[in-house]
């Protein structure tokens, strides 16, 4: 499989793309830095230098020609709600429209476990933005016609792989989730198609994430 990385010198990316190589897939990761092309290509990805922020979606469509599938895991990084907005936001949606000009059909979208209204924060807390950002690409992307599958870890930290989580997991409190436990996730999504047209929510815990995905219902 062909599997294009957006946001791929970000460190989910950076431990995902390996694995990906390693089952098999050819990667390429979009990076907006040329000086981290290095790094990226070392990890048997093939980095492609081009800012989401500034790409329509006919150039983020020429890019993704060829592929078969997409994984979103870029971001703004915060501090800046213009700025959450147009990645988080507005990049993200191009990119679900470029995939479908492609007719590269396969998105997974790295979102986090309560993006969504019920846990919205108030509009003059800093994380208001991010979260508006992200619900807003998660439902663009669930309403498209994509073989979309939406990703919800908890709060990324450093931990260590476990390859085990906790499922449907959405509570504030103790919500974590390594970010590669993340990486993971995003390889068994790829490789099981039963995680298309559903949301997963988690944060890490005991049972094996391809257990989990296994036992989903095909949309």
């Keep these: 499989m062909k599997v294009t990385i957006f946001g791929g ?13 390693q089952a098999g897939h050819e990667v390429q990761s979009i990076i907006r830095n040329p000086d981290h092309a290095e ?3 070392a990890t048997g990805a093939s980095a492609v230098v081009l800012d989401i922020e500034q ?3 006919p150039e983020l469509a020429e890019i993704l020609e060829g592929q078969d599938a997409v994984v979103w895991s870029a971001g703004a990084g915060g501090g800046d709600p213009e ?5 988080d936001r507005d990049a993200a949606i191009r990119s679900m429209n470029a995939a479908m000009d492609a007719k590269v059909s396969r998105y997974v979208m790295v979102s986090f476990s309560r993006a969504s209204t019920d846990f919205l924060v108030n509009q003059d807390d800093p994380f208001y933005p991010y979260m508006v950002a992200k ?6 992307l669930r309403a498209s016609e994509l073989d979309w599958t939406v990703l919800g870890p908890g709060a990324l930290t450093l931990d260590e792989p476990t390859g085990r989580v906790e499922p449907d997991y959405t509570e504030a409190s103790g919500s974590q989730s390594s970010r590669a436990n993340v990486a993971l996730s995003i390889v068994e999504a790829l490789n099981e198609p039963k995680t298309i047209g559903h949301t997963l929510n988690y944060r890490d815990g005991e049972l094996p994430i391809r257990e989990w995905f296994s ?4 949309e």
């Design 9 to 21: 010198h970000g460190k989910v990316a950076l431990l995902a793309a390996p694995l990906l190589v």
């Design 39 to 41: 790094e990226v290509n």
């Design 55 to 57: 790409a329509t979606t």
């Design 83 to 87: 700025r959450t907005y147009a990645v």
């Design 135 to 140: 619900i807003a690409a998660d439902d663009h």
């Design 215 to 218: 036992a989903l219902t095909a």
